[in-house]
């Protein structure tokens, strides 16, 4: 049956579309008991923005894309999760100098920010593996623990697969799932004793993270293997740090134990669901999820105060199949997570779209904010495929594909708005300052693949 409704006028549609690219509609209204528990539930926001969110009808299936945000909000005071952390160092002849002192500057500034109930233990590896302080809660071992940690000297090979599996063992001592069970992994150099392929050691990193622990890794240098570094952490939602310059070690330290004591939801689930007419194409940048028939499933490990993780779903939207309504629900969305209490939360939404007959009204409508961000998510998949080129030899056709990522970018920053115009700005840059690099030395590769990592695993405090 057509709506029987009068016209609306172009202000009022264009502030609808607002509207609903914002997510402010909801399936169902909210019972007064709703909004009582999500007053008392952890501070977790979830977000819903459509690039088009007012679609043309009759326009046929066009593509449409959704972003879904969850973010996690200021508190006041904190509840702060206790941790469980196995810093596992390479002290192998490479780290000689420099490279190790701050190493271990780095980790003794750690120990310093660590509450006394939390678990602390330190394992050196070279050609073997060393177990230098056992887990065992902080309690008045502080002094103990530094004058450990400068003990150390550099020897030896890189047995990094021995050094993180007697991580994970130290882990478990103590484990415990109220608890954030993460290892923090520094090499500066590929793995050359015992197993040593990425398949391998991606392998243990999943291996870990099914037992409910977590690797977080730091490349040190130009001399590690990026791609098993990488590997490593994204198997378990963790951090990868690339550092070209030892100086920067205790700051990324110190960036990653703040990101740890100021976590407010984990065990983080999201699920989407898509209606007849919806058709999902793909989750961008993130070459580990894909959709499955009319349905989707992510999950992320972490989520700290102040931070925002990002998902970015193109679909294929067929107006003819929503008949004659002037506004529809394109996917629905139900979050869960685990607050600092051990209690399961959930929020759902419902992502609205409306239709319009009048082209330059859906054309005017578009979120040039989004469009934008899912350029800067196309770009990370275009980067990992040039990367793929150089590491065949074909030098040629990676600087020529990274100079197509740059064009592209540089037509979407003409029409984006000025926040977005720096994000691309940025992913310019590192493009510019690598295209004659890529394929002849370390330094692009690594620059390269950490900004893929950054875009892929979107963890951002703007």
Same mark, same amino acid.
């Given at each position: ?208 993270? %099914?037992?409910?622990?977590?690797? &977080?890794?730091? +490349?040190?240098?130009? /001399?590690?293997? *990026?791609?098993?570094?990488?590997? @490593? #952490? ?41 209606? %007849?007419?919806?058709?999902?194409? &793909?989750?961008? +940048?993130?070459?580990? /999820?894909?959709? *499955?028939?009319?349905?989707?499933? @992510? #999950? ?47 929020? &759902? ?64 920053? &003409? ?48």
């Amino acid at each position: 049956m057509k709506n029987q409704t009068n016209p609306l006028s172009l202000p009022v549609l264009l502030a609808a579309a607002l509207a609903i690219a914002g997510g402010a509609t909801r399936a169902v209204p909210p019972k007064s008991d709703d909004l009582a528990a999500e007053k008392t539930a952890a501070p977790v926001k979830l977000s819903t923005r459509l690039d088009r969110p007012l679609i043309h009808r009759p326009g046929g299936e066009q593509e449409v894309v959704i972003q879904i945000g969850v973010e996690g909000l200021r508190l006041e005071k904190p509840r702060r999760q206790p941790l469980n952390l196995a810093v596992v160092l390479d002290h192998s002849g490479s780290m000689t100098g420099r490279k190790l002192e701050q190493a271990k500057q780095a980790a003794q500034m750690l120990v310093d920010q660590l509450d006394r109930d939390d678990i602390f233990s330190l394992v050196i590896y070279d050609t073997e593996v060393e177990v230098v302080i056992p887990a065992q809660p902080v309690r008045d071992h502080r002094a103990d623990f530094k004058r450990r940690i400068e003990r150390v000297q550099p020897a030896g090979s890189t047995a990094l697969f021995a050094g993180v599996e007697t991580g994970g063992r130290q882990l478990a001592e103590f484990f415990d799932r109220e608890r954030v069970n993460r290892v923090i992994l520094l090499s500066d150099g590929l793995a050359n004793v015992g197993p040593k392929s990425n398949r391998e050691i991606a392998q243990l990193g999943r291996k870990l993270a %099914d037992d409910g622990m977590s690797v &977080s890794t730091i +490349g040190l240098g130009d /001399d590690y293997n *990026e791609d098993l570094m990488t590997a @490593l #952490a994204e198997a378990s939602d963790a951090n990868y740090y690339y550092v070209a310059d030892v100086e920067e070690l205790p700051g990324v330290f110190e960036r990653e134990i703040g990101e740890l004591q100021a976590i407010v939801a984990r065990d983080i689930v999201i699920e989407i669901r898509f209606p %007849d007419g919806v058709r999902p194409l &793909s989750i961008l +940048g993130r070459s580990g /999820d894909s959709v *499955e028939g009319q349905s989707a499933r @992510l #999950a992320f490990g972490t989520l700290s105060s102040e931070q925002n993780r990002e998902i970015l779903v193109s679909c294929a939207v067929d107006p003819a199949r929503f008949g004659d309504d002037r506004s529809a629900s394109l996917a629905g969305i139900d979050l869960a997570w685990k607050s600092a209490d051990g209690q399961t939360r959930n929020l &759902s939404q419902a992502v609205m779209a409306g239709f319009t007959k009048d082209e330059k009204l859906a054309e005017k409508s578009r979120d040039l904010a989004v469009a934008t961000q899912a350029e800067i998510y196309r770009n990370a998949e275009a980067t990992e495929r040039a990367i793929a080129f150089a590491d065949a030899g074909k030098t040629e056709e990676a600087k020529a594909a990274i100079g197509g990522q740059i064009d592209r970018l540089r037509a979407a920053q &003409s029409a984006a708005p000025a926040p977005q115009q720096e994000s691309l700005e940025r992913e310019i840059r590192v493009l510019e300052e690598n295209q004659d690099r890529i394929g002849e030395d370390k330094a692009s590769r690594k620059a390269l693949q950490w900004n893929v990592f950054t875009r892929k695993n979107s963890k951002s405090t703007d």
